[in-house]
């Protein structure tokens, strides 16, 4: 079972909730801010609406996905096999993330590719 409480973010995860404690969320965030779920109805984060919303360039991508790894510029250009100055192009936004970049760094994080590269250029 889940209850969540939107705004400030709170997750409860456990095999049952308490009908107490539900209601001292609801008392206390607001009814519509509280969402109680047995789970079945869950869909992965990656294709919620609030995910969905989120507007990330490749850039702010790459720097996320090297933050989540502790890497240094360094550590992920001798990976990718480019110079540093042009992986801190990337991560600035100054150099664009080419399709076949996109590809060589999600192998690298283990993500989807297209993470990486914005379609629209």
Not at 45 to 59: G, H, R
């Amino acid at each position: 079972m889940l209850a969540v409480v939107k705004k400030p973010r709170i997750e409860i995860r456990a095999k049952h909730i308490p009908a107490p404690l539900v209601r001292f969320l609801r008392d206390t965030y607001k009814p519509e801010n509280v969402v109680v779920s047995d789970g079945k109805d869950s869909v992965p984060v990656e294709k919620s609406e609030w995910f969905n919303s989120l507007k990330t360039t490749p850039a702010e991508m790459i720097v996320a996905n090297r933050d989540l790894r502790n890497w240094s510029q360094v550590k992920l250009a001798e990976k990718l096999g480019i110079p540093v100055q042009n992986l801190c192009a990337m991560e600035n936004g100054r150099r664009v993330v080419s399709r076949k970049m996109a590809v060589k760094l999600g192998e690298i994080f283990g993500t989807d590719p297209a993470a990486f590269f914005d379609f629209g250029k």
